[in-house]
């Protein structure tokens, strides 16, 4: 069993979660000193209203002095130092990003870029360049979630070499994030379960992965309870209020343990099917869940048997052989995703063969697999991994994945 | 899920385990810092105590400074600290140890951002703490949980804000190696009221919960094994350092420290706190150890007369094991008896040093009615007659009838 000897963990992000917490951001942000926010966003959150939400919430005492929403799926150079301009030319002082993974990165660069008052954001790329605070910023989440209001980093791509930078600091955690479920409520359920799918999976590779800790296994098991409890019957019923806010503070539990641990193979494999052909993050990690909990089992069952009982019950989990518990939790994991492909009318996927474009052709062509498990040997959560993963593995479990059927155990490597 | 529309944050950096402090010059670089200066005790500077973090710090290039200060400091102290901070060309604070030293140290950590005359201001009137300079903490054994809290105290005077954290926190085992089982029952005892009190108002916000449980969890899995004649290292503790190491539990002990300091400005709140600090001018122990005693009185009367849930309390208190057993319409019970029992074990482990009634802490019995007066008026949702009614059992250690806590009725109890 892994022993890491040391750990550290931080989490500098003050956070309110209720039913009005969009109404304490005045009162902070004044309390940082700022007092002329400018709100980033993307188009589709604006179309579903929640921007005038957010608005709503500033005025009368604290009026947005611009909103910037033409934020691309992927967040880019590009867009950063165009908001960056209108940043300075509206004389704004904060950032509020309301919106998902791609608007918080796009944010955090635009705050690097007004902050050192560069001229380019390519500047900066890479871990521990920033040595001073940034301007404040306020982070809406409007899923729950990639937890990317708690993260250190952000990944923002260069067109021009067509590559995506990573950026790292501390100084890029928000000051403020703002957990409020009426920036969910109108969220589809198949989204509702995807994010939620992809927050479960923080949580669980957390728990699993070789840089676990005290500190972020208690955040972990926390969402995973929560998560547990609430997906569900909020896919089901989606103006559940309370399980809406439930399911946003999971989602920021989860990230707060995975930035504290890191991950799996799980998101190992998950960017390179992303990367390769486009599906979106918190499908893949849905799919590939159960997978990379299969192939660790030997090395981490222990850890993944604990799981067993939030999300399954004290009933089931002591009626389980604890030599058992971790196949169970596997077990039932597929069965939520079950749970989720039912309760979203077949909408959120089971395995990869079931995923499809927008004009309903296959997203990942079966083809696509070796380029898929090729690429993944190149992402830096596999060093987190508890087994060893080689290019026939990742593949191995890629074509399982595709198929929808567990894993072969006897073709597992048990290095 | 409790909604209160509370801010939370808790803005440490935690290094914990094998040579936690050979990151501090970097993290502390990070800050802008490259000349710390170390104020601890005067003691652990004569003792070479500061050897370990010579050699964290060495070959980092950057050297520190040491302010070695009396255990009982005023004003004055922080003079003198700030006027060799100031002309030795400091940036950053590093305070070893705990309780006074941490005090001092962030206050030195104010003066050293603002002047001493702005430092004494606040003291005087109780300002809110904005600016530091950058701030490490190198705890030893008497750590308390309001070290790592948003307050400092001088001479009797507090100050408070979030600028008041420490940036960092480096648990070494190498600085945990002296103890006195006292001091530790204590801030024991103070770390375990300052996470369990918040239920109180029945279930805790999903935000704080997972706080609350490390708290707890920490607390068990260090204080006990270490207090009175036999050593049981805890399986959970000893899964994250390597045996031949050492110090599992003493780590684990103070990252509990550090961790309860983050919950600790919702704990002043509560009505175990507000009872202990109007109580303990009238005892021989401290606040903490006064929050100890009346916790499990009080919470126990917050299940039964006030039907608030408290069975989440069982996963901070109990294992896995411990809570699939454990139906949920016993769960309450369970945890409220769990809670005793280690607060019981504490008290053996200081043979029997701590008081476990209000009488035996040298409360006098006529002034419990006073202190629940004025108790209930500043605390919502508690009347005076009930307030004393708690006081009385927590005095005499014995369960008051429910018909006299309904009644208000306060009788010489046989």
């Known amino acids: 069993m892994h022993n890491p000897g040391y750990y550290d963990f931080f989490c500098g992000v003050k956070t309110v979660a209720s039913h009005q917490a969009l109404a304490c951001i005045p009162n902070l942000l004044r309390e940082l000193g700022a007092s002329k926010p400018m709100i980033i966003a993307d188009k589709g959150v604006v179309a579903a209203g929640l921007v005038a939400i957010v608005e709503e919430a500033l005025s009368p005492a604290m009026p947005a002095m611009a909103v910037e929403d033409d934020v691309p799926v992927d967040s880019d150079v590009t867009t950063v130092h165009r908001i960056a301009k209108a940043y300075h030319g509206k004389g704004c002082d904060a950032l509020i990003a309301v919106g998902g993974g791609s608007v918080m990165d796009t944010a955090k660069g635009v705050n690097i870029m007004v902050s050192e008052e560069a001229e380019n954001l390519l500047d900066f790329s890479g871990t521990g360049v920033l040595k001073r605070p940034l301007k404040p910023l306020v982070a809406v989440p409007t899923t729950a979630g990639t937890g990317s209001e708690v993260t250190l980093v952000a990944v923002i791509n260069d067109p021009s070499i067509n590559r995506k930078l990573l950026f790292s600091s501390p100084f890029l955690l928000p000051d403020i994030a703002i957990l409020d479920p009426r920036m969910t409520l109108t969220l589809p359920p198949h989204l509702t379960a995807a994010t939620g799918m992809d927050a479960m999976t923080h949580a669980i590779e957390a728990y699993t992965c070789l840089g676990k800790n005290p500190m972020s296994d208690a955040f972990a098991m926390e969402a995973i309870s929560l998560i547990s409890k609430h997906l569900l019957p909020v896919v089901n019923q989606p103006d559940d209020k309370e399980g809406r806010l439930a399911l946003a503070v999971a989602a920021n539990l989860a990230g707060i343990a995975f930035s504290n641990s890191m991950v799996g193979m799980v998101h190992t494999l998950g960017h390179s099917v992303g990367g390769v052909c486009h599906v979106p993050h918190g499908t893949c990690m849905s799919i590939l869940l159960p997978y990379g909990l299969e192939y660790n089992m030997h090395k981490s069952g222990p850890w993944t048997g604990e799981l067993l009982l939030p999300i399954a019950g004290e009933a089931i989990y002591a009626a389980t052989p604890r030599e058992l518990r971790a196949e169970k939790t596997v077990a039932w994991l597929r069965e939520f995703n079950e749970g989720l492909y039912k309760a979203t009318e077949g909408r959120h996927s089971r395995c990869f063969k079931e995923v499809t474009t927008r004009d309903g052709s296959p997203a990942v062509p079966r083809e696509a697999l070796g380029d898929i498990a090729k690429t993944a040997l190149g992402d830096g959560s596999i060093f987190y991994n508890p087994e060893e993963l080689d290019f026939e593995d990742a593949l191995m479990v890629m074509e399982a994945a595709w198929e929808g059927l567990p894993l072969d155990m006897d073709f597992v490597k048990t290095a | ?414």
């Not at chain 2, 705990?98 to 201001?121: I, Q, S, Y």
């Not at chain 2, 069982?314 to 607060?343: V, Y």
């Open chain 2, 1 to 414: 899920m409790n909604t209160n529309v509370t801010p939370f944050v808790f803005p440490s950096k935690i290094g914990a385990g094998t040579r936690a402090m050979a990151h501090l010059p970097y993290d502390l670089s990070g800050f802008g810092a490259v000349r710390p200066m170390v104020v601890c005790l005067e003691s652990v500077d004569t003792d070479g105590e500061l050897n370990p973090l010579e050699d964290a710090f060495r070959g980092s290039g950057l050297t520190f400074g040491v302010y070695a200060m009396e255990a009982t400091p005023t004003m004055e102290t922080v003079r003198e600290a700030w006027t060799h901070y100031h002309e030795g060309g400091f940036d950053a604070v590093i305070a070893v140890g705990g309780a006074v030293v941490m005090d001092v140290a962030k206050c030195l950590a104010v003066a050293g951002a603002n002047t001493p005359d702005l430092l004494r201001e606040m003291l005087n009137t109780g300002g809110t703490v904005s600016k530091t300079v950058p701030f490490a903490w190198v705890p030893t054994l008497d750590a308390m949980c309001g070290d790592s809290a948003p307050q400092a105290c001088l001479g009797g005077k507090q100050i408070n804000g979030e600028a008041l954290v420490p940036n960092l926190i480096a648990i070494d085992p190498r600085m945990l190696s002296s103890r006195d089982p006292y001091t530790m029952a204590e801030a024991g005892l103070g770390a375990l009221a300052t996470a369990l009190c918040l239920y109180e108002e029945g279930e805790i916000h999903g935000l704080i919960r997972p706080y609350v449980q490390l708290s707890v969890r920490q607390v068990m899995a260090g204080l006990l094994p270490l207090m009175g004649p036999q050593k049981t290292p805890s399986k959970g503790a000893l899964r994250w350092f390597p045996k031949e190491k050492g110090r599992e539990e003493e780590v684990a002990y103070v990252t509990a420290m550090a961790v309860a300091g983050a919950l600790e400005p919702l704990a002043k709140k509560s009505l175990t706190f507000s009872l202990a600090n109007a109580l303990a001018p009238l005892s021989r122990v401290s606040t903490e150890v006064l929050a100890g005693v009346l916790l499990p009185w009080l919470l126990n009367h917050v299940h039964e007369q006030k039907e608030r849930e408290l069975s989440s309390m069982l996963m901070a208190l109990g294992d896995m094991e411990h809570l699939c057993a454990t139906p949920d319409p016993q769960r309450t019970g369970a945890a409220l008896a769990l809670l005793q029992e280690k607060i019981n074990r504490i008290w053996l482990g200081t043979g029997a040093r701590l008081p476990r009634t209000l009488k035996k802490a040298g409360i006098p019995r006529e002034r419990l009615l006073e202190c629940s007066q004025g108790v209930a008026e500043a605390i919502e949702g508690w009347h005076a007659h009930e307030i004393e009614a708690l006081l009385l059992t927590a005095y005499e250690g014995r369960r008051v009838h429910p018909e006299m806590l309904k009644n208000g009725f306060m009788q010489e109890v046989v």
